[in-house]
């Protein structure tokens, strides 16, 4: 599982993350999600259709990195 944290609640989601892996969780993982170069040109300040193509790329290449077994 990838718990992703954004905004004003990315310290909680990594902070339950953390709670998780400490009590033997191996199966959670953080992933901030990272507004850097975004234009925020959907409606009301939303994502645009690039930048979802940008985090995409991003998560995607995250989620390559990490040891799953399929």
């Known amino acids: ?3 992703v944290g954004a ?3 990315a310290g909680h989601v990594e902070q339950v993350v953390q ?3 400490a009590a033997g969780d ?3 993982r953080y992933w901030r999600l990272d507004d850097t170069g975004l234009d925020h040109l959907g409606r009301h300040w939303h ?3 690039r930048d979802n ?3 995409a790329d991003r ?3 995250f989620i390559t990195d990490l040891p799953i077994r399929w």
Do not use: D, K
């Open 1 to 3: 599982m990838v718990a």
């Open 7 to 9: 905004g004003p609640f």
């Open 19 to 21: 709670e998780r892996t």
């Open 26 to 28: 191996r199966r959670i």
């Open 47 to 49: 994502y645009s259709a």
């Open 53 to 55: 193509r940008l985090l």
């Open 59 to 61: 998560l995607t290449s």
